[in-house]
């Protein structure tokens, strides 16, 4: 029982009753007020018909026993007519009672015909007598005034008004049950429905059969399913990419493993070129060693954590033009290149507090990225590196003049295996970039993107 009124349906059956019966208890005095005022009349009438009746019968024709049978019948103690201006005492009880209050039904108003009604139920004392003046209804009378008892009239408002709460609780009950029902079929049953697919789904959020077929028809329920089924799809998506990359990752793994592995050996090979005495491979070995050097770590460093989380970076002062430079260089993108060039543009004494090694690898991404779509137009281009200081920032720009970047790419431009730019682009890149640049206290930006070319800015906290 107490489970039937904890819920919806249940809460909205007490407040249907509830509701009804005030409006009930706000028609009541009303009704009631209308009640007492024809008792009241229907006695003045009564009283006309005994008057005229004494009136017109020959004097002193009609027994005292009759009489106290029309006054039983009119249901009161005395009439008194008005007649040509004087007021005529009809018909007499033996009771001489004192009036207690008077009441005139010609002059009287909705307002206080209430009051005293309130007042008559629950104002007066017991057997007391009360006075009411009324028009007749046709005949030679100008008035027509009675006295009676206040007792049955009281008993009869209150047998009136029984019956009105007993009616207004039938109604209301039969009110709260059809809404019961209806909001039970209507709203209930597919919230219900839709609490019942979501507690299935969180058993087991990668089996895609519970996934929620919206079915509703009633248009808040048919949104809400609808916004479930959307959430639902999404944390399946979200799971299936999370064992995707689980899966990556433990490939990562071992690719790093064995690429270390190659990569030592490769160090090795260096080490012996450094004995020879060709200028060629003088000038290209120190470029040759650090770039195994740096490949090395990063495997080292993916085999350590296993997990792609990057290590805090150790800030220092670095110059950014010779960085920027080796960056270009081990691209194989120098000013001589063949379809894509990479201009440095960075003052040599510029210097920035950042992670050498970090950096790097942002740059070399975006690089790659602004590389890969220039040749996409098998057209010549250029990539600019460029700084500026604005206010506590240092800005990086790499700029191209490449086709733009699509649509569809900048929606999810930071978002691993989402944002390519390319087809069969993984998007990791720009993500990888963008942690770390957000490492570093920055942050990393699409500063613009038309078919002109596109531009992405590293802001950095600046230095001191």
């Avoid at 970047?405 to 944002?419: N, T, V």
Wanted: with cysteine; proline share 5%; net charge negative.
């Amino acid at each position: 029982m107490l489970k039937l009124f904890s819920g919806l349906s249940g809460r909205l059956l007490i407040l249907t009753v509830l509701v009804v019966m005030i409006v009930e208890v706000a028609i009541f005095v009303p009704s009631v007020s209308r009640f007492r005022l024809d008792y009241l009349q229907e006695r003045i009438v009564r009283a006309q018909i005994a008057a005229l009746t004494v009136m017109t019968a020959p004097q002193d024709m009609v027994p005292e026993y009759l009489e106290a049978e029309m006054l039983s019948q009119a249901g009161v103690l005395n009439i008194v007519v008005k007649q040509d201006g004087v007021r005529v005492p009809v018909l007499s009880s033996e009771r001489l009672d004192q009036v207690f209050v008077s009441f005139d039904l010609r002059y009287g108003t909705l307002v206080s015909e209430m009051r005293d009604a309130m007042q008559c139920l629950f104002a007066y004392p017991d057997k007391v007598v009360m006075r009411i003046v009324g028009a007749p209804s046709g005949g030679d009378f100008e008035q027509v005034e009675v006295t009676l008892d206040s007792d049955p009239l009281r008993e009869a408002m209150l047998s009136y008004g029984w019956r009105i709460f007993r009616l207004s609780l039938i109604i209301s009950l039969i009110t709260a049950a059809f809404v019961y029902i209806l909001v039970r079929a209507i709203v209930v049953s597919p919230i219900l429905h839709v609490i019942e697919n979501v507690t299935e789904f969180r058993e087991n959020p990668e089996d895609p059969s519970r996934v929620m077929v919206p079915s509703s028809r009633l248009g808040e329920v048919a949104e809400a399913e609808r916004a479930v089924a959307a959430m639902q799809r999404d944390v399946l998506t979200a799971l299936r990419e999370r064992s995707r990359l689980a899966s990556l990752g433990e490939a990562l793994a071992k690719i790093s493993h064995d690429l270390r592995n190659m990569l030592a050996t490769g160090q090795m090979m260096v080490d012996r070129l450094e004995m020879s005495s060709d200028p060629t491979v003088a000038r290209v070995l120190p470029k040759l060693v650090v770039s195994l050097d740096r490949a090395i770590r990063l495997c080292q460093g993916t085999l350590d954590f296993g997990r792609a989380e990057e290590r805090a970076p150790e800030l220092r002062k670095i110059r950014l033009a010779p960085l920027a430079r080796d960056v270009a260089e081990g691209m194989g993108l120098t000013h001589d290149s063949g379809q894509v060039r990479c201009k440095v543009m960075v003052p040599e004494s510029v210097e920035i507090s950042a992670d050498p090694e970090q950096l790097y690898r942002v740059l070399a991404n975006l690089i790659r990225n602004a590389e890969e779509a220039i040749r996409s137009t098998r057209e010549p281009g250029e990539i600019r590196i460029d700084h500026a200081r604005a206010r506590d920032q240092e800005v990086i720009s790499v700029v191209d003049d490449g086709p733009g970047m699509p649509l569809k790419a900048r929606e999810h431009l930071f978002e691993a295996f989402r944002g390519g730019a390319r087809q069969g682009g993984t998007g990791l890149g720009l993500a990888i970039a963008q942690d770390l640049v957000r490492g570093h206290g920055g942050r990393l930006e699409l500063a613009d993107s038309t078919t002109e070319g596109t531009e992405f800015r590293i802001l950095l906290p600046a230095v001191g």
